[in-house]
Structures are given as structure tokens and as C-alpha cells.
């Protein structure tokens, strides 16, 4: 069973950098895609970035430039390191998983979530 645990948040104060972490375990090779999502008081639960099933990152226009989504293989732990923060990126950061095939496509819903972590970032 895929296990996701993130870490890193915090408060920071605006153009201030984070980065968090989320470790995967029960996970065998590239059998899934990964994401990062927030979820912001009182709003919706949104896409951060993903890595699709050939590596590829796709950013949010919101965190692109100032986000950058990274995988280290050798742990299972990918990572989203967060520059030029603003006030309007506080939220609770979670890391999401869902079925990658043997033919690099992503399938199916985001069925794996870590508990997610606190970001804030005052101005």
C-alpha cells in the first residue's frame, strides 16, 4: 500500500523560500505519477505541479517560475522547492499519487494523498 508523508512546511514572511518534502513508501519502481496540490481556507483543493509518467513537470500558472518540483529516485522522495514566496501561497501543501502504466501514462484518480503540511507566509 503507497504511504505519503510530507514535510517542510512553515512560516515564512513574503519573498521567502521553502522546500517540502514528501516520502513515498510501499512503492515499487515507477508505478506512479506524482503531484503537489494546496488547498487554501475556504477554497478548493487545486493542482500545484505534476510529474507525468515520462518525467515531464507541469507547473500551475500561479507557481510557475518561482516552484520548482524535483524527484530523488534513490529515496522516493520528491520535493517542491518554493521561491519568491507570497501571501496568497499559504495553504496546506499535499503530495498526491495516482497509477502510472508500464507505458508511462497516468491513469485514474489522485487515489493516494499524504496528510498534508502548513504553509504560511505573511506579508
Known amino acids: 500500500q503507497l504511504k505519503l508523508v510530507e514535510s517542510g512546511g512553515g512560516s515564512v514572511q513574503a519573498g521567502g523560500s521553502l522546500r517540502l518534502s514528501c516520502a513515498a513508501s510501499g512503492y515499487t519502481g515507477s508505478n506512479y505519477c506524482l503531484a503537489w496540490f494546496r488547498q487554501r481556507a475556504g477554497e478548493e483543493r487545486e493542482g500545484v505541479a505534476l510529474m507525468n509518467g515520462v518525467g515531464g513537470i507541469i507547473y500551475r500558472y500561479f507557481v510557475q517560475g518561482r516552484f520548482t518540483f524535483s524527484k530523488e529516485n534513490a529515496k522516493n522522495t520528491v520535493f517542491l522547492e518554493m521561491n519568491s514566496l507570497k501571501p496568497e501561497d499559504t495553504a496546506i501543501y499535499y503530495c498526491?499519487?495516482?497509477?502510472?502504466?508500464?507505458?508511462?501514462?497516468?491513469?485514474?484518480?489522485?487515489?493516494?494523498w499524504g496528510q498534508g503540511t502548513q504553509v504560511t507566509v505573511s506579508s
Open positions: 498526491a499519487a495516482r497509477p502510472r502504466s508500464n507505458v508511462g501514462e497516468c491513469y485514474g484518480d489522485w487515489g493516494y
